[in-house]
């Protein structure tokens, strides 16, 4: 069956079908990594886009029962150049092509997808439609129509409806409470991993209501779409913030940023793939991050001790941030991998470690007022 | 951190004659080496005993001295220019072997010379079988089991451990004879004690059994603040068992998904940083294809082939970059060469596939043995890039030079089935052949693969070529009726696309097609089916490239233009 791909600008792009028939609208964006689709497509923070994969050979190892990021696929359309009919891995349970079609999402095959990359590197990401129905003419009518990604508040769309916990073996050393604004299956494995029980909220939850159950930690998840109207968000975080230890990622670091003072703004392409490499201020150190964000803290508005710890080195944007005398920290990037380098696990451990000192801390101040 | 100050002057030292396993890619590193030494203002002096090489140009280095590469030579050359460093690990083994002697017999340390790069200890480390096993055995990185075995008893022992197939090899017999694989506990104690009576010192080395493995390599480089990336990873077509030389080879690995590929990542930068490299390093690893397990199979401390091949497939320098390491600067302080905007601290992502098939001399050694087997014969080596596997394998079979412009191949051919077989579950030059002649007579993929080992995701690709081939033979017909109709949207000129497509010459679609190659190519020029160029640069078109370079295929967008 044929498809088509319209951008907003007017292009048009004729391949086949991928997946289920019918139609799509999202922001259309590429991820330059050779390996994750399965993470990529089941990602909360792509919730409103259509993804690009610029590698053209997708699907060689198939669909699997381990790899999903969460519960169901959140991409709104998928683009690859070539999609392999017959996967060979020793996991695959499927083909892309029957996942998509089971999870009802439209893509697009066999077009020249180094294109369209360059298309949206040179003009920016835009609005557009995968479609197997209707005419080219029609369907940019429709996107011109069609509500704007910036306008959505993704999140809400995204977050958990009842807060829950998340499976822990054994005695944990810490009780973390992370906020759920489109959260990757594989941050509450990581904090498992470094012995932190985890309790997620719906994005919605009050500060008061996470406060009541006295977790030892905040974590800020990732999420999709524009950090500007996330101000019930922020509202949380502030409150949060003179409480108790926080870690944020990626949508964490921008709300953190937010409720230091600064805002927002968005990247011409965004940053996305598992190659993009970011400087450690303190030590120097480079690291090779796995990244998905169309946004970026503004370095000169911070206030109130929050300070730039991680830059980009490609376009020099902040990739993280740290607080001069809180327990806070952030990072733009993805320590949790999935897909991407694992080279960032490290940030759990620093968390832990930070929970640690925080509670030596609060029995020494304990032992003193008795 | 900037480069050493007191680097003024570098010796670097050459690759010498061109032998099987040491060819012309250690001139290419070299030359690149040399350039990059310069540009950070140093002088270059240059020694090699082989003239007929690019790095020996009167423009590449400051001083060149063609003289044989042994330590009184080498001495000498130093003794007079009096270097402040020397650069070893740019000319393969000679070049590394040369710099060891040096630094053995005194020569470095009586003229202050600096050994540049990595460190003289890490290369002992990774040379030596036995340090080597147990820095991977500290580091947490597994190697296979082996086992060194001299009575009955420990033989027995080896049995209860239950990792078959095992390989036996007596310890000091002429020529490796009473040697074998073990299947089972039988097949143990009867190879093994044999071996154990045919070794002169009574002893026989028993190791875990990898064959039908994948085998993947990464390319990583290091600098002296530790920071590390991948700069590409390979898999290998053929399976465990063929010299990586001697085997066809992809860039990037298909068959991984990103948990594999990581994992695998991950433990190459983990070797690299417990082995102290300052520069490239290649790491070979072994994969289990039906579980996570993996084993470490060898690491090369230096640029190798593979990096040559890794640099070529992606763009990035490896030699360039590992120069101005070796030198003191760092992954951040160096400039990305093509893009010219962003550094050397980057991972390149790849937007197509590169094929490298290995060239044998067994046509002009008729006699010659063609099984291939974990020494290495090839004589040379082809790279091909397109948009997907099969298109890439086909421009690389036709660079070959051996008369092959497409799956077919004359000794091929004429086998018997029973032949054939042999063929493709003996690895040998001419198995991509034989098993593309295994479809054409109507075996199946899981046939080949259980003769093969081979992943079924290459042969299903093999296949699929076969049949483009019977299908341009069916519709030859249609195709030449569209010489009169010139419809562009008949199912045949859609046929035509496509075997453009997935890498068919015109020459093949031709005979195929029964019709004349001239009419194929007129058709094609009448229906716009003609190649556009993409680039090589480094990042999948993330940023725009000021020094890129080209390959052809079959899409829609020219970039040349």
């Known amino acids: 069956m044929k498809a088509i791909l319209a951008l907003e600008d007017g292009t048009i792009f004729e391949g086949e079908s991928l997946g289920a028939s019918g139609e799509t609208f999202g922001e259309v964006v590429f991820n330059t990594g050779m390996t994750g689709y399965q993470e990529i497509l089941t990602d909360p923070s792509y919730a409103g886009q259509i993804v690009c994969l610029t590698y053209p050979m997708i699907g060689n190892y198939g669909v699997n029962a381990d790899d999903f990021e969460s519960r169901r696929v959140q991409v709104e359309g998928f683009i690859v150049r070539e999609a392999e009919s017959e996967p060979s891995n020793w996991r695959s349970g499927q083909t892309l092509n029957a996942f998509l079609k089971e999870r009802k999402i439209v893509g697009i095959r066999g077009i020249d997808t180094r294109a369209l990359t360059r298309a949206l590197r040179v003009r920016g990401v835009m609005m557009g439609a995968i479609s197997t129905e209707e005419s080219a003419a029609a369907l940019l009518s429709r996107i011109r129509s069609s509500p704007s990604y910036s306008g959505i508040d993704f999140v809400r769309k995204v977050t958990t409806e009842e807060p829950y916990e998340w499976s822990f073996e054994g005695e944990p050393e810490f009780h973390v409470a992370l906020l759920d604004c489109g959260v990757k299956f594989n941050i509450m494995r990581s904090l498992a991993k470094v012995g932190c029980k985890t309790t997620v909220y719906p994005c919605t939850t009050p500060a008061e209501a996470i406060l009541e159950r006295n977790p030892d930690g905040i974590m800020l998840s990732p999420g999709p779409g524009d950090p500007a109207l996330l101000g019930y968000v922020v509202e949380t975080v502030k409150k949060l913030a003179a409480k108790k230890p926080i870690m944020g990622v990626c949508l964490g670091n921008q709300l953190l940023g937010y409720a230091f003072g600064s805002r927002t703004f968005k990247l011409k392409f965004g940053h996305r793939g598992s190659n993009h490499p970011v400087k450690d201020l303190t030590t120097g150190r480079v690291y090779i991050t796995s990244q998905n964000h169309g946004f970026a803290v503004d370095p000169n508005e911070l206030k109130d001790g929050m300070e730039v710890a991680h830059i980009n080195l490609n376009d020099g944007t902040v990739e993280g941030l740290r607080h001069r005398e809180l327990p806070i920290f952030s990072i733009q990037y993805h320590p949790e991998a999935s897909p991407g380098p694992t080279d960032s696990a490290y940030f759990f451990r620093q968390f832990v470690e930070m929970l640690r000192k925080q509670r030596g801390d609060r029995d020494v101040s304990g032992e003193s007022a008795s | ?561």
């Not at chain 2, 240059?46 to 140009?57: G, H, K, R």
């Not at chain 2, 104690?189 to 064959?211: A, F, N, P």
């Not at chain 2, 080949?448 to 070529?465: C, K, T």
Request: glycine share 6%; charged share 25%; aromatic share 6%.
């Open chain 2, 1 to 561: 951190m900037p480069r050493h100050p007191d680097i003024h002057k570098v010796m670097v030292i050459g690759s010498g004659p061109i032998i099987i396993g040491q060819a012309a890619e250690f001139d290419y590193a070299g030359t690149q080496a040399c350039k990059a030494l310069r540009e950070e203002g140093c002088k270059v002096v240059l020694i090699n005993s082989n003239p007929a090489t690019i790095m020996t140009d009167v423009e590449i280095a400051d001083r060149v001295y063609i003289e044989p590469l042994n330590v009184e030579f080498a001495t000498r050359v130093i003794a007079q220019e009096r270097p402040d460093g020397l650069l070893p690990t740019l000319g393969g083994q000679t070049g590394l072997n040369l710099a060891t002697q040096l630094a053995e017999s005194g020569t470095l340390e009586k003229y202050h010379v600096r050994l540049l790069g990595t460190p003289l200890q890490s290369i002992r480390m990774a040379e030596d079988r036995e340090e080597f096993r147990a820095l991977m055995n500290r580091i947490g990185e597994p190697v296979p089991e082996s086992w060194i075995v001299e009575t009955e008893e420990q033989l027995a022992e080896v049995c209860h451990v239950g990792l078959w197939p095992l390989i036996v090899r007596p310890a000091y017999t002429l020529g490796g004879t009473g040697g074998g694989v073990a299947r089972n506990a039988e097949e143990l104690m009867e190879i093994g004690m044999r071996g154990l009576k045919l070794s002169m010192r009574h002893q026989v080395m028993v190791e875990r059994s990898l064959l039908g493995w994948k085998e993947i390599e990464y390319e990583v480089m290091r600098d002296a603040n530790n920071t590390c990336i991948t700069v590409c990873n390979m898999e290998n077509f053929d399976p465990m068992g063929v010299h990586t030389g001697d085997s066809i080879v992809v860039a990037p690995s298909q068959t991984l998904s990103d948990k594999e590929y990581q994992m695998l990542r991950s433990a190459s930068l983990n070797i690299i940083r417990s082995l102290g490299i300052e520069g490239g390093c290649n790491v070979q690893l072994a994969l289990d294809p039906d579980s996570f397990q993996y084993y470490v199979i060898e690491v090369n401390p230096r640029v190798s082939r593979s990096s040559a091949l890794a640099s070529k497939a992606t763009g990035y320098p490896i030699a360039r970059v590992a120069a101005k390491i070796a030198i003191g600067l760092q992954l951040d302080e160096i400039e990305n060469a093509v893009t010219r905007k962003t550094l050397a601290c980057f991972e390149p992502s790849l937007d197509y596939c590169v094929v490298k098939i290995p060239r044998w001399p067994f046509d002009k050694f008729m006699v010659a043995d063609r099984r291939i087997t974990t020494q290495m014969k090839a004589t040379g080596e082809v790279m091909a890039i397109d948009r997907s596997f099969e298109p890439a394998l086909m421009k690389a079979i036709r660079s070959l030079e051996i008369g092959a412009y497409g799956l077919t191949a004359k000794n091929v051919h004429a086998l018997s089935d029973m032949q054939l077989e042999e063929k493709i579950a003996t690895p040998n030059d001419e198995r991509m052949f034989a098993i593309a002649e295994a479809f054409r007579r109507g075996m199946m993929v899981e046939e080949v693969q259980a003769l093969s080992q081979i992943d079924r995701w290459f042969l299903q690709r093999l296949q699929r070529l076969v049949a483009m081939e019977t299908r341009l033979k069916v519709h030859g017909r249609a195709i030449a009726a569209l010489a009169d109709t010139l419809d562009s949207d008949a199912p045949a000129a859609d046929l035509l696309r496509e075997a453009k497509r997935i890498g068919f010459s015109d020459r093949q679609i031709a005979e195929y097609a029964g019709l004349p190659e001239s009419l194929i190519r007129s058709l094609r020029r009448a229906f716009g089916i003609v190649p556009t160029y993409k680039m090589v640069d480094t990042c999948a078109a993330e940023f725009e490239a000021a020094t890129p370079y080209f390959y052809s295929c079959y899409d829609r967008e020219d970039e040349s233009i």
